[in-house]
């Protein structure tokens, strides 16, 4: 009897432990949420009682993907975890000691010398660029952020520029989005005393992360001297899987001053009564484009959390959202885009709809509890 007590016991204490061991994760938001949670690794592996090797599992049996985030670093610095949670949901989440199954990338960024310097990334729905040092005083150089159009969740970055026949749409989508002398679907300008000082692009660049899940990369950009002001600055942008918003966290040091007015933009169409969308305080500005070329519709957006912002709406080749950085004070911001013929998102409603879901994100993290 005494032996079956201890075995009894011993169970108890060994499901009771393992009881503890779980991911509690709890959706605050009324629609279903489809990202990525992170968990500081040294708090997972203390938790887990594992290292690098292990797998994910909810209450039904599903394996879950996840990645080690290293941000630069040599070691881990967070587990991403890709959730699927109904609206008010919460879910218990088990960790395993052993290895799972690998999942094929669904994000993925890199440097392309052989197109000018551009810095491509993308992941399972957009696609974007960064224009580089060898573009600057070609003809053909432009100024802000682009835009490819794709319709496929395969990555498609390295075929494209391997074909170079990208301008057409071959079935997987196609780059027909204008950026020219504007700062295109979501970058940024100087605007000292109200005019847009453009930044030479990027210098150099680092791969922070790159998949299966999260791919994070810094540009940096050669100090600009604007009206006897000295300013360093950087992008430090994320793209997540299944997202159609960017991440990006604008570093800046203005030896002068402690704060750097500057805008964001989006590239205006040619037309009469462009059908934009502009958020409480200023804080999200929405566009859905006119169709171009017979080559579909393109949605864009910004979306400036916890800023003051001011709409500037008198330029006719481009919206503005005015804002100030501090000093060694990251300012945040994310930007995005659609295209109608993925057939996802494909009208004015759908977009903006997107739009409000991406800002409650936001607003209203997952929340995530370790036991």
Known sequence: MKALFGILFLLACSISSFAQKQIIVQNPSAHVRKELIAIPFEKFKASFSVDTVFSIWDEQGNELPHQLEKLGQSSPQNVLILVD??????????????????????TYARYVPERYDDFAWENDVVAFRMYGKALEGRPDDAQGMDYWAKRTDKLIIDAWYKSGDYHKDHGEGLDYYSVGQTLGMGDMAFYPEGKIHYSKHYRSFKLLDN?????????????ENIQGQQIRFQKQISLDAGSHFNRIELSMHNASTANTPFVIGLAKRKEKEPLFLLGKGNRSLSYWEPEINKSGRTGVAIIIPDQKVEFINDRPEQFLLLSKAKNNRPFVYYNGATWNRAGKITDEKAWAKAVESEKEKIEKPIKVTVK
């Open 85 to 106: 949670l109904k609206a008010k949901e919460k879910v218990k989440l088990s960790v395993s000691g052993t290895s799972g199954k690998v999942y094929p990338a669904r």
């Open 211 to 223: 998949g299966p899940l999260r791919s994070t990369f810094l540009l940096i950009y050669e100090p």
